[in-house]
C-alpha cells in the first residue's frame, strides 16, 4: 500500500500527516518531508500517524534522521500511532526522544 | 506449536524492494489462514519483511537474486523459511541490538531491522546449506510479549 504524506505549518508546529504504509518502499517520500520541516524552524514537528497501518525499521530510520536534522530544542511527537507502531518504535529505544503521544 | 501443514507454499519473487509488497501479502494470506490475530500478524509480517529487506539490501547487494518464501500454517501459528543465495549471514550473529549508552539518535540504524525481526517472532533458526541461507522463523497466535524490554 503506498504512503501519502503531507506537510503544514501551524502557529510554531510543523504538522506531518502520513497515511499509508510506511516501509523500505516508501520511506523515502517520508524522509524527503522531514527535509523540508526541519528547515522550518518550529518548535515542535508532530508526525501524526493515526492512518499508518505499518511501519518497518526504514520508518525508523526517517525518526532517527529528523532527530538528527532538528535543533535539541525541537520537540518531536509522534501523535495517533497504532500499538504496533509504537511498540516499533520503543523497542528502538526512540521513545526516549521522540514524544509518543494519543492525541 | 501448533500442528501445520505437511506441505508448504511456495512464493519466489526477485530480490528487489518492489517485490517486498508480494511478500507481505503472502505471509498475511498465510496469517488469515491461521486464524492469527492483528498483533501476531502484524509481528509474522514486520520480521519477514525485516529480512527480506536485508537480503534485498545488504545479501545481494542491489544485484541480481532470488528469494523463496515457504509458508505452512495451523491453527494458531505459521511457519516461514525465507531462503537465498546471497553470501552467507547468520540473521542472529548480525543482529545489532539498540546501544543502551548511546542516545538514540546518535546511535547506528543498521541492524536495528534484524533486532525487530527476532524479536517479533517466537521461533527463530538459521542454517547454511548448499550456498544458500535458509532463515526459519515461527509466529504464534499467542507468542512473543507485545514488548520487549526498553534498550
Redesign the interface.
Known sequence: ?PLSVSLSIKGDTTVIELSGEL???TAGDFHQTIEKAAGHGSTTVEIRMADVG?M???G??SL?FA??KVADNVTIKVVGAI??VC??I?????????VISDE | MAELARTPVVLEVPATIGALGDIAAFVLRLAGRAGLGRRASYRLRLAVDELATNIVMHGYRGGDGRITVRGRSGPGGVQITIEDSAPAFDPVAGRLPPCPGVPPQDRRIGGLGIHLALTSVDEFAYAHRDGRNISTLTVQAEGTDPCPPRP
Do not use: C, F, H
Open positions: 500500500m516501509d523500505a518502499e505499518y518497518a525499521s526504514a525508523l530510520r532517527v532527530r538528527q500499538e504496533p511498540r516499533t520503543r523497542t528502538a529505544g526512540l521513545d526516549r526522544s521522540i
